[in-house]
C-alpha cells in the first residue's frame, strides 16, 4: 500500500520536530512571570539598591542588542517564510504567540508596529533600572528568538518540499 503524502508543512515538521526547550506560548508566558517575580522579590522587597550608571548602560544594552534585535530578526524570517508558503498555495498554520501584538501581514509592517516599538521600549527601560531585571528580560527575548529560528527554519523546510513536489 502506498504511503500518503503529507501537506509540506506536516513533512517539515516531522523532518525537524520540535525540541524540549521549545515550549508552548502558555507555558513560556508562565516561566517569564515567575522568573521576573522571583528575580524582583528581594529588589520590591528591600528597595532599590545603588547601582552604578555602568550596570544600567550595561542592562539596557544586553536587553537592547542579545534581546529585542534577534527576536525582530527571527519574527521577521517567520513572517517572510509564512508569506512565501501561503503564495505557494500551502496553508501556514503558524501564529504569532505575543498577545500584545496582532499578526502582521508583512515584517515592514511587524518591525513599524507601534506596539512592537513600545515593548521593546520599556523591555530597555526596566532593563536598564536594575540587571535583576534585564536578566529574566532578556532570558525571555532569547528563548522567544530560538522559537522563532526554529520555526523559520521549518517553514523553509516547507517551502523547499513545496517547491521540490512542484518540479
Known sequence: ????????LEQAKAELPYKWYEL???????????????????????????????????????????GAVPDRVSTSKVIGAKNELRERGVAANVYE???????????????LNPKTAISDIVGTYASAVS?????PFLA??????VNNFRVAKRLRRAI??????AA
Do not use: C, W
Open 1 to 8: 500500500m502506498a504511503e500518503r503524502e503529507l501537506p509540506p
Open 24 to 66: 508552548s506560548a502558555r507555558a513560556q508566558m508562565t516561566a517569564a512571570i515567575v522568573s521576573v517575580l522571583t528575580i524582583s522579590y528581594p529588589y520590591i522587597y528591600f528597595g532599590p539598591e545603588k547601582e552604578s550608571l555602568t550596570a544600567h548602560l550595561i542592562g539596557a544594552g544586553m536587553y537592547l542588542i542579545a
Open 97 to 111: 504567540s505575543n498577545i500584545l501584538i496582532k499578526e502582521q501581514k508583512s515584517a515592514i509592517r511587524y518591525n
Open 131 to 135: 540587571l535583576g531585571y534585564a536578566i
Open 140 to 145: 525571555i527575548k532569547i528563548h522567544a528568538s
Open 160 to 165: 523547499e518540499i513545496s517547491d521540490q513536489r
